[in-house]
């Protein structure tokens, strides 16, 4: 199945894995363990912890929802 890694954790990231969740498979990585952890139990995906986000660079889709002053995946 298609895998998309949604990065963030705020509202926008949550609307994403509302509409990518019913076609693909959704992991989700951010730095707030907390929600992040939240999220992935209400909405049943699975979650890569930001401390492995280096591991991003072998994922064919991530969609970036926080802002960032430098790239922050090349």
């Known amino acids: 199945a298609l895998h998309v ?3 963030g954790s705020g509202m926008l990231a949550e609307d ?3 509409q990518l969740k019913k ?3 959704v ?3 951010a730095r707030n363990s907390e929600r992040v952890n939240d ?3 209400l909405h ?6 930001w401390e492995n986000r ?4 072998n994922e064919s889709y ?3 929802t926080i802002g960032a002053n430098q790239v922050l995946f090349d």
């Not at 049943?44 to 912890?49: D, E, G, L, N």
């Not at 280096?54 to 660079?57: G, K, M, Q, T």
Request: aromatic letters at 0%; glycine letters at 0%.
């Open 62 to 64: 991530i969609a970036n």
């Open 54 to 57: 280096h591991e991003l660079a």
């Open 27 to 29: 992991s989700l990585c």
């Open 16 to 18: 994403l894995i509302n």
């Open 44 to 49: 049943k995906i699975s979650v890569i912890p």
């Open 23 to 25: 076609k693909v498979r």
């Open 39 to 41: 999220l992935a139990s």
């Open 5 to 7: 890694v949604i990065v």
